[in-house]
């Protein structure tokens, strides 16, 4: 089973450059999210998805776009990378919890994606 | 803003040790509350939910405190495997109804000593 998959693995770029994070998963779940991790800082969330068309801003949202045109997929760009954005950078997708709480909350991570800017 | 707080470590125990993990979060709102964990360089796995009546999985308890909007993990038995970071998460509720995000807090390190 594929789960949640990331591409590219590993990426380089030089400041200024742009380039797109690609998320796919075959789940069929409707809740997609894109988090960055940092050292000392935990992951944080850039952008999610409650469904295909949708997207919203997270806690730290500026300097990247996303687009959800097809469920299975997330993209995340960048349009202008800079340094500060050389981070790990985790899709993670989910079932929305059903109105009668029933407390999973298990989010399905792909395995990650180390982008480098220089 | 919402916050999750934890103990940063790094916990360092020998094997067959008993360590306990505190995390505290900001948000009276939040509905429910989980237990990662991630290996290094790997990405995070659900490690166990925290019910409201506290629950148990093999060498595994979590708690939950609503009213002190504390949570806590207690590994007994320590074995080499459970070296990683624990993540403690918070669902927080969205605007927009259903939706929600998940808040992790930064980890807490453990490494389990032979």
């Known amino acids: 089973n594929a789960g949640v998959t990331q591409t590219p693995k590993f990426r380089v770029l030089k400041t200024g450059q742009s380039m797109t994070l690609l998320c796919a998963q075959d789940m069929n779940h409707e809740y997609m999210y894109w988090y960055r991790q940092d050292p000392g800082m935990g992951l944080r969330l850039i952008h999610y998805?409650?469904?295909?068309?949708?997207?919203a801003k997270g806690e730290v949202p500026d300097g990247y776009n996303v687009s959800r045109l097809k469920k299975q997929n997330f993209l995340l760009g960048l349009e202008s990378a800079a340094p500060s954005q050389t981070s790990v950078y985790f899709c993670?997708?989910?079932?929305?919890?059903?109105?009668?709480?029933?407390?999973?909350?298990?989010?399905?991570f792909g395995e990650g994606s180390r982008l480098t800017v220089l | 803003r919402k916050e999750v707080e934890q103990d940063p470590g790094p916990f360092n125990v020998p094997e067959g040790a008993t360590v306990a993990f505190n995390c505290t979060y900001s948000?009276?709102?939040?509905?429910?509350f989980f237990w990662y964990r991630q290996d290094c360089r790997k990405e995070p796995k659900l490690l166990m939910s925290v019910y409201s009546s506290g629950n148990e999985d093999g060498r595994f308890t979590a708690q939950l405190n609503r009213a002190s909007q504390y949570i806590s993990l207690l590994i007994r038995d320590s074995k080499l495997s459970d070296s990683a970071t624990y993540l403690c998460v918070v669902n927080d509720p969205l605007s927009g109804a259903g939706s929600y995000q998940l808040t992790f807090g930064k980890g807490t390190k453990l490494s389990v000593i032979p």
């Open positions: 948000n009276s709102a939040s509905q429910s």
């Open positions: 998805s409650v469904g295909e068309g949708t997207t």
């Open positions: 993670a997708s989910t079932f929305p919890l059903p109105t009668e709480w029933t407390n999973t909350g298990e989010l399905f």
